[in-house]
C-alpha cells in the first residue's frame, strides 16, 4: 500500500525550521516515518510544499520519492497528491512528526482497516495518555465513552480521495503515537524515548 508523509507545512508552532527535517538522534524526523512504513512493506512518498524547499532538496539527494504539491493546505495537498499519482487504491497519510512510529502499529492498522470494510480509517490515541506524557493536542473528540486526540495516520480510498469516506475510527492506547512533534517540549521528550 502507497503510503503518503505529509511534509508541507510551515513548522510554526516548533519554531525549528522545516520540522520534517529536525533531527532526533542525528536523523531527520521525517526518515524515522519512511523507514517505519519501508520495514512495513509499504512504498512512502513525501508529500512537500513551497514552505518546505529543503525537505525536496533532502528527498532529491537521499532518492526519496516526493510530490511536489501546491501548499494550499493538509487536505488539499493531499488530494493533490493522490490526483498527480493517479492512486485509486487506498493509502495511508500520515504525519511528518510522528518519529515513534513503528512497523507494529503501521501493520495493526491495516490489518483493523481490511476487517473493517470501510472506505476509511483513522487513528486516534487516548486524551489520557497524551496529558500523561505532556503532549499538547489542538483537537478531541469521544470515542466509545472516551476522550481520545487524532494520531495524524489514516488510510483513504484514493478513488473517494475528495469526497467524504465511510470512516472506522480505531483507538490505540500506545504512548508511540501520541509523540506528535509540535513543541520544543515534545520534542525533548521524544529524544528521550528515542535516543537512548
Known amino acids: 500500500m502507497l503510503a ?21 538522534c542525528g536523523r531527520p524526523m ?11 512493506g ?42 498527480e499519482l493517479g492512486e485509486c487504491a487506498p493509502l495511508f497519510t500520515c504525519v511528518s512528526d ?16 481490511a476487517r473493517s470494510g470501510n472506505d476509511a480509517l483513522s487513528t486516534w490515541v487516548p486524551l489520557s495518555i497524551c ?8 483537537y478531541v473528540e469521544r470515542i466509545g465513552g472516551r476522550e481520545v486526540c487524532p494520531a495524524g495516520i489514516n488510510i483513504l480510498r484514493g478513488d473517494r480521495i475528495a469526497v467524504e469516506q465511510d470512516e472506522n475510527k480505531l483507538v490505540i492506547t500506545d504512548r508511540r503515537i501520541a509523540f506528535n512533534v509540535n513543541t520544543r517540549e515534545e520534542l525533548q521528550a521524544v529524544r528521550r524515548h528515542l535516543c537512548r
Open 4 to 24: 503518503l508523509i505529509m511534509a508541507g507545512g510551515g513548522g510554526t508552532r516548533l519554531g525549528m525550521g522545516e520540522k520534517p527535517l529536525v533531527t532526533i
Open 30 to 40: 521525517v526518515r524515522y516515518i519512511i523507514e517505519a512504513f519501508e520495514q512495513a
Open 42 to 83: 509499504h512504498e512512502a512518498v513525501v508529500v512537500a510544499s513551497p514552505k518546505t524547499p529543503f525537505t525536496r532538496n533532502w528527498c532529491t539527494a537521499h532518492s526519496i520519492p516526493f510530490i511536489a504539491a501546491g501548499g494550499r493546505g493538509y487536505v488539499e495537498d493531499l488530494i493533490e497528491a493522490v490526483e
Open 98 to 113: 510522528l518519529p515513534c512510529l513503528t512497523p507494529g502499529i503501521i501493520a495493526r492498522i491495516g490489518e483493523e482497516y
Open 131 to 138: 496529558r500523561q506524557y505532556n503532549c499538547r493536542t489542538s
